[in-house]
T-cell receptor
């Protein structure tokens, strides 16, 4: 069964550094998303992406964040100048159509020290 | 703005008991979609069900059932004859066209099923 994959599973970085989180969505899906979950809290929307453009972004997705689909399979989230409060689990998700269910990857745990 | 409320923070039951997880949503859109996701201790988010706002039929899938009532803006989830493997955090979520169908999640309900 097709699934969303994410790498790495855990990323540790020092404050101020840049990180890139990688995702491979399900192959026939057209809509891509990033969410984050701070430990013990609810899942929060970061950004949605369709047709090589950002469809919507949340207040969390500030100028330090960017997304890219560099080729036909990968979908990346870049965070520049990381802060301690960026520490969270980051989930990638994809869906066939925007109204359909989103399938989530296993997540990348980002720890900023 | 959209909002999802899961008033039950934690529920603890004994195996084989039935348990209902509550979800109340708020939206001004007439077309919307409701979802339930399961997050087991391993951390992944597992899709369980999707309903659209025009389909109020209740749904049953094995030991799982869902009750959607527009009149009370609720989309409750019942597990019948609970099992230890049902222990997880369960999230209710809402998507609407006015927000590009992003998922708005509730805070989740931690269900612990004890043997």
């Amino acid at each position: 069964e097709p699934e969303v994959t994410q790498t790495p599973s855990h990323q540790v970085t020092q404050m101020g550094q840049e990180v890139i989180l990688r995702c491979v969505p399900i192959s026939n899906h057209l809509y891509f998303y990033w969410y984050r979950q701070i430990l013990g809290q609810k899942v929060e929307f970061l950004v949605s992406f369709y047709n090589n453009e950002i469809s919507e972004k949340s207040e969390i997705f500030d100028d330090r964040f960017s997304v890219e689909r560099p080729d036909g399979s990968n979908f990346t989230l870049k965070i520049r100048s990381t802060k301690l409060e960026d520490s969270a689990m980051y989930f990638c998700a994809s869906s066939v159509r925007e109204t359909n269910e989103q399938y989530f990857g296993p997540g990348t745990r980002l720890t900023v020290t | 703005a959209q909002k999802v409320t899961q008033a039950q923070t934690e529920i603890s039951v004994v195996e084989k008991e039935d348990v209902t997880l509550d979800c109340v949503y708020e939206t001004r859109d007439t077309t919307y979609y409701l979802f339930w996701y399961k997050q087991p201790p391993s951390g992944e988010l597992v899709f369980l069900i999707r309903r659209n706002s025009f389909d109020e039929q209740n749904e049953i899938s094995g030991r799982y059932s869902w009750n959607f009532q527009k009149s009370t803006s609720s989309f409750n989830f019942t597990i019948t004859a609970s099992q230890v493997v049902d222990s997880a955090v369960y999230f209710c979520a809402l998507s609407v066209g006015g927000s590009n169908y992003k998922l708005t999640f509730g805070k989740g309900t931690l269900l612990t099923v004890n043997p």
